[in-house]
C-alpha cells in the first residue's frame, strides 16, 4: 500500500476560545507539490505549524509518512523540514556557519560534508556566503534558509509563503528550486496567498477560508468546477 | 505632539510585566529591612557580657566600674568557664577577665592583662556590631585608667600612659576556639568569603542569567526558534544546550569581573595573619563541594532563566526579565555581608535557603567552620530545584506556549505528559 506524505483528518486546532482550524481534511501524496491557498488568517500557517510538530492538536488526527502526532514527533522532526514565513538566521554567524549548524543534526561526516555542498548550490550566495547573516538582504536571506530547508533531503518540506517578500528574479529562483527538489522525490506542502504562483507551481491545490477547506483538486479541476479564468478566480466564487 | 508620544511609550513600557517584578522586590526589600532592623538601634544598645575580676585593685575597680555602667553585665565572679555559659545563654558578646596581678602591673609600669573571652554569632557587618561597641568600651576603660595615672602622675612611662592595659583575646565561633585573634580581626580575614564571594557569585548568576534569557529573546525576534523546534533534536536536549552555553559565557565573564574585584578586594585585608594559623582551612574535599554548589545553583538559576525567557517576546522585552533574576542574586549578596545564615531570623533564613544562588555565596565560609550539613542540603535542594525547573521547561517547549503565548488545554496536555518525553 502507497504511504501518504501527509494525512491530516479533521483537524481543529483552538487558540483558547478562539478556534483556528474547523475540522480539515486532506492528503498529500510523495512527490508532489501540494498548496494551501487562502486569505491572510485562513488558517494556513496554523495548519503547517501543526504537522510541523510545533503546534499542539486539539482534536483530528495528522500522520507523516505513517507516524502519527503528536506520538511520534521525534521520528517525524528527522523526516521533515519547515520553513517559516517570516525565518531569520542567527545574524552573528557567516552563511557557511549557518548552514554546518543546521547540517550537524542532519549527520555526520561525509554525509554532513554533502549536506552542507547541497546547501550551498541551493543558496547560491557565491562569495556572499562566509559574510555574516546580518549584512544580507531579504533575498539572500530567504535563498540562504530556502538552501538550509531542503539540503537535508528531506521526505517532507513544508513551506510557509516560500516567495514571500522576494522580488521576481528571487521568487523565480526559489520556484525553480522547489520544483528540482520535488523532481528529486521530495513531497513539499506549501501555503500562500499568491494564488497565480499556486497555480503555477502545485500538482494539487486546496482552498482554506476561515479554517475550513472550501474546496480541493488540482488548478485545472477547480477552475473548471467553478468556471474560472484562474485559481483567484475560483476562490473568489468557493467563497461566496 | 509630545504627551501623544508620551502616552503611547508610557502605555507600551508600564505593562503588568513590568511592575509586577518591581513591587513583589520592594515588598521583599521593605521586609528584610524590617527584620533586620535598624544599624542605629543595635549601635544604642548596651554590650551585654561578664565580668571577672581576679584583681580587685583600685586600676581593676576602675575597669569594673567603667564596665557596669556602659555594658548589661550579666555575669559577675570568679568562674570564667561558667561566667562564659552565662553570656552565652544572655546572648551576649564576650566574658572579660582581668588578670591577678592587673593593678600591681600598670602601677610598676607595665600593661594590666586583660583577657577577653569572644562569643562570636556570624561574621556579617552587621554581626560585628556588639563586638565593636565593646572594643569601645574597652578603649573608655583605658582612658579612664590613663586619666587616674594623669592626675597621680605615678607613671614616667608614656607609653604605659597611652595603652595602660594589654588583650589576650580568645575568640569562641561556631564550636571553634581561636586564640589570639578579636571578631573584628577573623570578620577582616574572612572578608574574601564575606564579601568577594557573594558579589562575585551574584555577577555570574546575572550575566548567566541575562545571557540565556536575551538569547530566547533573540530566537524569538530573529524568528529562528520556529526552526530549532522543528530539528531533530530533543526540547530537553535544546533547554540543556542553550543552559550549559548561557554557563559557559556567565563563567568566562564573571572570571574577567573576579580579577578585578578581587584586586580591588585584596587592598583593603590585612596582612595580619593567614586563616590557616588558625585551623580555618579547606581541603580537597570542601573545594569539590565548592565546585558542586556552584555548578548546581549555575544551572538552577539557568533553568529558571530559561523558564523566565519562555515569556520573552523579543530582546527587549528579555531585558526587563533579567530583573526578578538581578533582584534574586541580590537578596542573599546583601543578607549573606550583613548577617551570617545563622544569625538572621528564621523568616529570612527560609528565603536565603530558598534562592539557589545563595548556597555558593556560603559554601565556602560554612565549609571552613565545618558545617556540612548546609552545604550537602544546598546542594540537594538546588538540585532538585533544578530538575524541576528543566522539567517546567522542557514541557513549556513541549507546547504551544513558546510561539502563541497560550496553552493549549485538555487531551493534547495529556497525551504529552511531562517534559521528559522523548521528543
Known amino acids: ?240 | 505632539m509630545i504627551g501623544n508620544i508620551v502616552k503611547k511609550e508610557f502605555k507600551e513600557l508600564f505593562v503588568l510585566s513590568t511592575i509586577i517584578p518591581v513591587v513583589v522586590i520592594a515588598i521583599v526589600y521593605g521586609g528584610i529591612g524590617q527584620m533586620i532592623g535598624s544599624f542605629e538601634e543595635r549601635v544604642a544598645e548596651k554590650p551585654i557580657i561578664g565580668v571577672v575580676d581576679r584583681d580587685a585593685g583600685n586600676f581593676s575597680d576602675i575597669a569594673m566600674s567603667v564596665l557596669s555602667q556602659a555594658a548589661k553585665v550579666v555575669y559577675e565572679g570568679s568562674d570564667v568557664e561558667g561566667g562564659l555559659e552565662q553570656v552565652k545563654e544572655g546572648n551576649g558578646v564576650a566574658l572579660l577577665a582581668i588578670a591577678q596581678n592587673f593593678s600591681q602591673s600598670i602601677s610598676a609600669d607595665s600593661p594590666g592583662e586583660i583577657e577577653i573571652y569572644w562569643i562570636m554569632r556570624g561574621v556579617g557587618m552587621m554581626d560585628s556590631i556588639s563586638s565593636g561597641a565593646l572594643e569601645a568600651l574597652i578603649q573608655a576603660v583605658n582612658q579612664e585608667i590613663s586619666k587616674t595615672l594623669i592626675q597621680q602622675g605615678s607613671s614616667s612611662d608614656p607609653a604605659l600612659v597611652l595603652a595602660p592595659t594589654r588583650r589576650v583575646e580568645t575568640t569562641f565561633f561556631k564550636g571553634k576556639e581561636i586564640v589570639g585573634l578579636s571578631p573584628s580581626q577573623l570578620s577582616r580575614m574572612l572578608m574574601s568569603q564575606s564579601i568577594v564571594i557573594p558579589v562575585v557569585v551574584m555577577m555570574l548568576v546575572i550575566m548567566a542569567g541575562a545571557s540565556v534569557i536575551s538569547s530566547m529573546g533573540l530566537e524569538k525576534e530573529n524568528k529562528t526558534l520556529e526552526t530549532l523546534l522543528t530539528l531533530p533534536v530533543r526540547r530537553s536536549q535544546i533547554v540543556i544546550g542553550k543552559m550549559v552555553g548561557s554557563a559557559l559565557v556567565g563563567l568566562i565573564m564573571a572570571a574577567i569581573y573576579m580579577i578585578g574585584f578581587s584586586r580591588y578586594m585584596t587592598s583593603f585585608q590585612s596582612s595580619e595573619a593567614s586563616l590557616a594559623d588558625f585551623g580555618l582551612t579547606l581541603g580537597i574535599h570542601d573545594y569539590l563541594l565548592v565546585g558542586i554548589s556552584l555548578f548546581t545553583a549555575l544551572l538552577a538559576g539557568l533553568s529558571l532563566c530559561i523558564v523566565l525567557g519562555t515569556f520573552a517576546k523579543n530582546y527587549r522585552s528579555a531585558q526587563a526579565l533579567v530583573f526578578p533574576i538581578t533582584a534574586l542574586a541580590l537578596i542573599p549578596t546583601f543578607i549573606i555581608m550583613l548577617k551570617d545564615f545563622d544569625t538572621v531570623p528564621v523568616v529570612l533564613k527560609v528565603v536565603v535557603f530558598a534562592i539557589p544562588f545563595s548556597h555558593p555565596m556560603m559554601a565556602m565560609r560554612a565549609l571552613m567552620l565545618d558545617n556540612y550539613w548546609l552545604v550537602i542540603g544546598g546542594i540537594a535542594y538546588t538540585a532538585v530545584f533544578m530538575v524541576v525547573m528543566v522539567a517546567v521547561a522542557v514541557r513549556i517547549f513541549n507546547s504551544d506556549r513558546l510561539l502563541t503565548g497560550r496553552v493549549q488545554r485538555g487531551a493534547a496536555w495529556g497525551r504529552l505528559g511531562w517534559g521528559f518525553r522523548r521528543q
Open chain 1, 1 to 240: 500500500m502507497l504511504v501518504k506524505a501527509v494525512q491530516v483528518k479533521e483537524l481543529v486546532k483552538d487558540y483558547g476560545n478562539f478556534r483556528a482550524i474547523k475540522g480539515i481534511s486532506f492528503e498529500v501524496n510523495e512527490g508532489e507539490i501540494f498548496g494551501l491557498i487562502g486569505p491572510n488568517g485562513a488558517g494556513k500557517t496554523t495548519a503547517l505549524r501543526t504537522i510541523a510538530t510545533l503546534l499542539q492538536i486539539t482534536s483530528g488526527s495528522i500522520t507523516v509518512f505513517g507516524h502519527e502526532l503528536p506520538k511520534e514527533a521525534g521520528e517525524v522532526r528527522k523526516i521533515i523540514s519547515y520553513l517559516p514565513e517570516e525565518a531569520g538566521a542567527y545574524k552573528n554567524l557567516t552563511g557557511r556557519e549557518y548552514l554546518n549548524f543546521i547540517a550537524k543534526f542532519f549527520g555526520e561526516g561525509e554525509k554532513f560534508q554533502n549536506i552542507v555542498q547541497k546547501g550551498l548550490e541551493i543558496a547560491n550566495l557565491g562569495e556572499r556566503i562566509d559574510d555574516k547573516v546580518d549584512t544580507y538582504s531579504k533575498g539572500m536571506t530567504r535563498r540562504l534558509l530556502v538552501g538550509r530547508a531542503l539540503m537535508g533531503n528531506p521526505k517532507l518540506a513544508i513551506l510557509d509563503e516560500p516567495t514571500s517578500g522576494l522580488d521576481v528574479v528571487n521568487a523565480q529562483e526559489v520556484r525553480r528550486i522547489i520544483n528540482s527538489s520535488v523532481e528529486a522525490g521530495v513531497a513539499v506542502l506549501l501555503s500562500s496567498h499568491n494564488m497565480l504562483e499556486v497555480e503555477l507551481l502545485c500538482h494539487r491545490i486546496a482552498l482554506i477560508n476561515d479554517g475550513m477547506i472550501v474546496a480541493s483538486g488540482t488548478a485545472a479541476e477547480l477552475k473548471d468546477k467553478y468556471g474560472a479564468r484562474n485559481i483567484e478566480e475560483a476562490f473568489v466564487t468557493a467563497i461566496r
